[in-house]
T-cell receptor, first 110, second 117 residues
Framework: AQSVSQHNHHVILSEAASLELGCNYS??????LFWYVQYPGQHLQLLLK??????LVKGIKGFEAEFIKSKFSFNLRKPSVQWSDTAEYFC????????FGAGTRLTVKP | EAGVTQFPSHSVIEKGQTVTLRCDPI?????LYWYRRVMGKEIKFLLH????????ESGMPNNRFLAERTGGTYSTLKVQPAELEDSGVYFC???????????????FGQGTRLTVV
């Protein structure tokens, strides 16, 4: 079955630490890839997306993600996290239907 | 431009009752999705409309759930009769249809938190 896997359920970091959240998918063919974020009390919003071209995509707030086709991965990274990055992060794949991973809760300690 | 709006934001009902959730997508968006998230678990796909047609309803849990999108504008999701396990946050999202596919960014509503007691 097609699926989206996020490896980390809850990540706790101190401010200024580097972040990498894993995402793997099992869809074949062409896919569009997304990372969404949900800050406390807010609704889901787009962080970044990959449709084609440069596999390293940059999003808002200093986030980036790299699409590695051979590994079916789209990991999210940020070199130095801030307390305001505390949120839940969802990887999503669109192959004519948008499907999500289980989400990773990120807690950044000040 | 108005975003995706959902109503109500929170609903508490008793087991066996009926609840209807509403989603108003962004104007002009052909694609409309319903998702559900049970606390701490994944955002689970329920179904996908393209205009008024159900493109994929493989995620609908059972026949107590009925989704409609008459006229291809707003959508409703009715749960009848509600069970305890139906509790969760129900998200709606919409996206434009580009190039004959649905492979575009989806915009989300704030969700409806349903609590069945």
């Amino acid at each position: 079955a097609q699926s989206v896997s996020q490896h980390n359920h809850h990540v706790i970091l101190s401010e200024a630490a580097s972040l990498e959240l894993g995402c793997n998918y099992s869809y074949g063919g062409t896919v569009n890839l997304f990372w969404y974020v949900q800050y406390p009390g807010q609704h889901l919003q787009l962080l970044l997306k990959y449709f084609s071209g440069d596999p390293l995509v940059k999003g808002i707030k200093g986030f980036e993600a790299e699409f590695i086709k051979s590994k079916f991965s789209f990991n999210l990274r940020k070199p130095s996290v801030q307390w305001s990055d505390t949120a839940e992060y969802f990887c999503a794949v669109n192959n004519n239907d948008m499907r999500f991973g289980a989400g990773t809760r990120l807690t950044v300690k000040p | 431009e108005a975003g995706v709006t959902q109503f109500p934001s929170h609903s508490v009902i008793e087991k066996g009752q009926t609840v209807t959730l509403r989603c108003d997508p962004i104007s002009g968006h052909d694609n409309l999705y319903w998702y559900r998230r049970v606390m701490g678990k994944e955002i689970k796909f329920l179904l996908h409309f393209v205009k008024e047609s159900k493109q994929d309803e493989s995620g609908m849990p059972n026949n107590r759930f009925l989704a409609e999108r008459t006229g291809g504008t707003y959508s409703t999701l009715k749960v009848q009769p509600a069970e305890l396990e139906d509790s969760g946050v129900y998200f709606c999202a919409s996206s434009p249809r580009q190039g004959g596919t649905a492979n575009t960014e989806a915009f989300f509503g704030q969700g409806t938190r349903l609590t069945v007691v």
